[in-house]
């Protein structure tokens, strides 16, 4: 319609041609020609896939026709999250690249960590409401002291940043020592010793991460962090 182009309709148009289907698209350009549409096939949804006269059904159907996976939005997957580390990486060693003629320094390694924890904190910041109730599921010290599930991700994002500009490390190593410690023995309490399947609140509070491995090396780059940053003052 005028104000609404079908994403759906796109796909499955796209589907079709590439599967090598010739495709007559029919359009519905107006509510009264949707509305009609709907009554006289007995669906709820728009599009409608039909061939050789045969109605297949929505994308999804269409999908699962020719054997396909189906995208469920409420699977768990670790993709969020590896794909806040893999952008971690990548800005990282181009920050290097550009400061130091080359991505692979000692600088890199240590900007691979704390950009990561500001990419993070930042998914978690963009619903903080969200983040703080998933987060009040596990975390040992937010059950105890609420206000803390609302500033963990400002403190992240805080010693982040400060652990990129190398700047008062007095305190954003306490700040990295504090919080990645408590969240490795939350995570570890409520992983493996409780057995329990949490998804995790590292990529904010709409992500299906599951709670493990990589919600618990999150935190421990934090605590390994700020002991470099440590060792080096010393």
Known sequence: MEKHACPWGIKSRHL??????AV????????????AFKAQHGVATTPQTFIDGKRIGGYSDLRSHFG???HDPKATSYRPVLA???TGLG???AA??????????????????????MLLAMLKLQDIEQFSTMFLGYDLLAKRLVPYAYAYPVLEWSAGALMTAHALPWLSI???????GIGAVSVFYAVYIQKRELKCACVGGTGAVPLGF??????????????????RML
């Open 16 to 21: 079709l041609r590439k599967l090598g289907y």
């Open 174 to 180: 306490p700040i990295g020592l504090a919080i990645g």
């Open 24 to 35: 007559e698209d029919h359009w519905l350009t107006t509510r009264e020609q949707v509305d």
């Open 214 to 231: 990589v919600s618990l090396t999150e935190n421990l780059f934090m605590v390994a962090m700020a002991l470099w940053m440590l060792a």
């Open 84 to 86: 806040v580390f893999a």
């Open 91 to 93: 800005l990282a060693l």
């Open 68 to 70: 396909l996976k189906i």
């Open 96 to 117: 290097s690249w550009a400061a130091f003629g080359t991505p692979f320094t000692l600088r890199s390694a240590e900007w691979f960590v704390s950009m990561t924890m």
